[in-house]
């Protein structure tokens, strides 16, 4: 039964509700002793199955109380009142990622920057032992100002025994006990929808899909049902990022399979991890994006150097000067370095500038050096699955995984050899001429029919 508003939880005075989920319903409150807003989640009646559960429902929001992060959301309090469980958090004013991913799509600084700051959170979480276990767009909250807040840590424990369906994605619940099946289905890592014992890595694999979500605009395993999604889950690779964005680099398409393996060995050990590759690749692309945005110093305005021949005049504020090539040549050395160290305030100063410009120039040669490497390592790491995906006859993720690791390998022998038989050449003659063609591609299904 939902709350009317000025209903009294224990200090706190119910506004209004924001909204409701499988895990309760939340709403907007004025905290009368602070005298400000939070949101309280109320659970449902009757989602506790035990007094065991409802103990470890407050032991794991109070840790979760703990954290202290920009990017966590925080919660205030645990409490009861009536019978009734509550949680006390923090109060937003934004929009989920679901939300903004639903009213635009998102460029790629932008994924970065919001998946950077998850990442952290989850390193946050993890160092003191926390797993979210629900990790979805849904609990990711963007403020007005861009910060981003992940919500519900530790509650994603908190459940009926059964399954219960979410009303924005099918969700599927238990307790968190050996054998048991929790999460939101999309999102779940291959060890979550076979019920065993999570650790940390099982958030890295459900970031991983909200990643590949927001660089593409499509989840990478979602089917018709939920049975289907979790068949995709534990069998299929989901397609590279550069079928559906041209501008996604082959070092965010290393990050995101790694984030995505299916074992977890394979997958990133730590959040940490995870976080340094992506504050790196984020880094690189900035850097690029300043050289291309940058341009040549301005000539100086007091003296302008005109070259002809064998001899040069040197123009000044004052009368023109005739000069040998060699007297010019030594001039002109003499008149540069002054230039630079008048327009840097002497001597000191364009030695400075000096060391700067080498080393921000080494920094970008090292830099390419590593971006290129991790590129080619990466390519090499993905032969090994383009012919598998040959051997399996899908020949569009092959094609399309084969053509983002050619730009590294242009010349790898196992997948010249497969070409042949994973593309195809198509020549279209129209009457008339001109005219545009589309061209859709068509997968079987399970019993090989188009």
């Given amino acids: 039964m939902a709350l009317a508003p000025n209903t009294r939880l224990g200090r706190y005075e119910i506004r209004s509700k924001l909204g409701e989920g499988g895990m309760g319903e939340v709403y907007l409150a004025e905290d009368k002793q602070l005298n400000r807003k939070v949101a309280i989640k109320c659970l449902p009646p009757g989602s506790i199955a035990s007094e065991q559960a409802n103990r470890r429902l407050l032991r794991e929001a109070r840790a979760a109380a703990n954290l202290d992060h920009p990017n966590i959301c925080a919660i205030h309090e645990v409490g009861e009142e009536e019978g009734r469980s509550f949680i006390v958090m923090q109060y937003l004013e934004g929009e989920t990622l679901d939300t903004r991913m639903k009213r635009k799509s998102l460029d790629l600084p932008e994924s ?17 032992g926390i797993i979210h276990r629900d990790i979805k767009p849904s609990n990711i909250m963007i403020t007005g100002r861009g910060a981003v807040k992940v919500m519900d840590f530790g509650l994603a424990k908190i459940t009926q025994e059964g399954f219960a369906v979410d009303k924005e994605a099918e969700t599927q619940s238990l307790l968190s006990t050996p054998g048991a099946v929790m999460g939101t289905v999309p999102y779940m890592s291959p060890e979550q929808v076979r019920g065993e014992q999570l650790d940390a890595r099982t958030d890295i694999f459900s970031f991983g899909v909200v990643l590949y979500e927001m660089i593409t605009g499509r989840q990478p395993f979602v089917a018709e049902s939920s049975a289907g999604t979790i068949s995709a889950i534990m069998t299929h690779e989901p397609p590279p990022l550069a079928r559906y964005s041209r501008e996604a680099p082959a070092e965010l398409e290393r990050i995101v399979s790694k984030a995505l393996r299916k074992n977890k060995e394979e997958r990133y050990q730590t959040a ?11 880094d690189e692309l900035q850097f690029e994006a300043r050289l291309e945005r940058s341009t040549p110093p301005d000539v100086s305005r007091d003296q302008t150097v005109v070259m002809s021949g064998a001899q040069a005049m040197v123009e000044t504020d004052h009368q023109p000067v005739v000069r040998t090539s060699s007297e010019d040549e030594k001039s002109t050395r003499e008149g540069i370095r002054g230039n630079i160290a008048t327009a840097l305030g002497g001597p000191l100063l364009s030695r400075i500038a000096l060391v700067v410009i080498i080393a921000v120039f080494a920094l970008a040669v090292a830099g390419w050096f590593y971006w290129r490497s991790a590129n080619a390592k990466w390519a090499k790491e993905q032969v090994p699955r383009i ?5 399996a006859q899908k020949y569009f993720e092959a094609y399309d995984l084969a053509a983002a690791t050619q730009k590294y390998l242009p010349d790898e022998a196992t997948i010249t050899r497969l070409m042949p038989t994973i593309s195809d050449t198509l020549t279209v003659t129209t009457e008339p001429t001109g005219a545009e063609v589309y061209l859709k591609r068509f997968s079987p299904d399970d019993s090989g029919q188009f």
């Fill in 272 to 282: 940490k991890d995870l976080l340094i590759d992506l504050r790196s690749l984020s």
């Fill in 387 to 391: 012919e598998q995906l040959a051997q």
């Fill in 112 to 128: 970065l920057t919001i998946a950077i700051q998850v990442t952290d959170a989850l390193a946050e979480a993890h160092g003191h």
